[in-house]
């Protein structure tokens, strides 16, 4: 399930396994909100409505994720999740089986971080990576924060406050990871990847905050422009 009123564009999948139907659901609606543009599959609980894992829903949405061509990123949320989607994979064939990784990743920011990814075009291995890579994020040290660089070593630097009220929240995160898939360069914000919509949550930055941007490559000027013009219009929350 996708998002209404929108269209799968991406080619890489989610298909988010857990004990409960409404978890499942949950997640796939807080991820759809961040990428409108990914395939995300739900399969929560069993047939009867109760707690537990479904073989055969697994199955289904398996070969629901990968159609057309597809691949697709899978995210469990307990153990015995885990070892009913080993299960379907064994039984799957060849093709179905290449095109599908379960990912050891944390559901929720593994969902989110994976659906992002996804939504700029990333190919499987990318978009598995981003979701076990949610699992290594941790809160940004003022240490961690690289000291600004000389002038002339071919960065792309702006300064901006932010303006909307929430600040750098979840949603305004998705727009700046999805908005800068499309230019090459690397664009960080105060230290972290602005690729990473779960780095840019956790910078924790609220209204009236300095981002400092900057960013390196062939687009970088572009990048940051874009980047700059967003913050300055509030992400079309002010």
Not at 19 to 42: F, I, K, R, T, Y
Not at 134 to 161: C, I, N, Q
Request: charged letters at 20%; glycine letters at 10%.
């Amino acid at each position: 399930m996708s998002a209404p009123g929108t269209r799968d564009v991406a080619r890489v999948a989610l298909v988010l396994v857990s004990h409960s139907h409404d978890l499942a659901a949950g997640a796939v609606e807080l991820a759809g909100q961040m990428a409108p543009g990914v395939l995300l599959v739900p399969v929560g609980g069993t047939p009867d409505g109760q707690l537990g894992t479904d073989f055969d829903g697994i199955e289904r949405a398996f070969a629901q994720a990968t159609a057309d061509g597809r691949s697709a990123v899978v995210l469990m949320d307990l153990g015995s999740a885990v070892l009913t989607a080993e299960s379907v994979l064994d039984l799957a064939d060849e093709d179905l089986v290449a095109r599908v990784r379960l990912a050891d990743a944390p559901f929720v920011e593994g969902a989110v971080a994976a659906a992002v990814t996804a939504h700029g075009g990333a190919d499987l291995d990318a978009v598995l990576a981003a979701a076990e890579g949610a699992g290594r994020m941790y809160p940004v040290e003022k240490s961690d924060v690289v000291p600004t660089t000389l002038p002339d070593d071919g960065v792309v630097r702006e300064t901006r406050t932010l303006l909307n009220p929430m600040g750098l929240h979840a949603r305004p995160a998705a727009v700046i990871s999805r908005m800068l898939a499309s230019y090459d360069a690397k664009v960080t914000v105060n230290g972290v990847s602005a690729a990473s919509v779960l780095a840019l949550m956790k910078l924790g930055a609220t209204q009236g905050t300095e981002l400092r941007i900057e960013a390196e490559g062939p687009q970088a000027e572009e990048a940051v422009k874009v980047f700059v013009t967003e913050v300055e219009r509030g992400f079309g929350e002010i």
